[in-house]
């Protein structure tokens, strides 16, 4: 079992930068950030693996979106910068997946309970 905790979240300005952590108890896991704004699917924002040396970034983050990770600290980050109205939601860190990349959420075993974003002038 893993247990998965967001934290982080905020109001930050258009074009501003927020960091968001995901603090993991339990065995160490490939590690996703997903995101669903109101009335939308979960969509889909980077994944790490388990030892951080793959990265996958879904294109709409790609290039404003980092993520990374500390195991000695059982936490994945995700780095937003260049924030658009467009990245407000509820983030989400998941762990486990069946396969490398999985970009459905559906392919994803673990789940925390989310943090709000919201990118508003």
């Known amino acids: 079992q893993v247990q998965l905790a967001e934290s982080g979240g905020g109001l930050v300005q258009p074009g501003g930068s927020l960091g968001l952590s995901c603090a993991a108890s339990?065995?160490?896991?490939?590690v996703a950030w997903f995101r669903q704004a109101p009335g939308k699917e979960r969509e889909y924002v980077a994944a790490?693996?388990?030892?951080?040396?793959?990265?996958h970034y879904a294109p709409p983050t790609k290039g404003r979106f980092a993520i990374s990770r500390d195991n000695a600290k059982n936490t994945v980050y995700l780095q937003m910068n260049t924030l658009k109205p467009e990245d407000t939601a509820i983030y989400y860190c998941?762990?486990?997946?069946?396969?490398?990349?999985?970009?459905?959420?559906?392919?994803?075993?673990?789940w925390g309970q989310g943090t709000q974003v919201t990118v508003s002038s």
């Open positions: 998941a762990a486990a997946p069946s396969r490398w990349p999985a970009a459905s959420a559906l392919e994803w075993r673990f």
């Open positions: 339990g065995e160490t896991y490939d």
């Open positions: 790490i693996s388990y030892n951080g040396d793959l990265k």
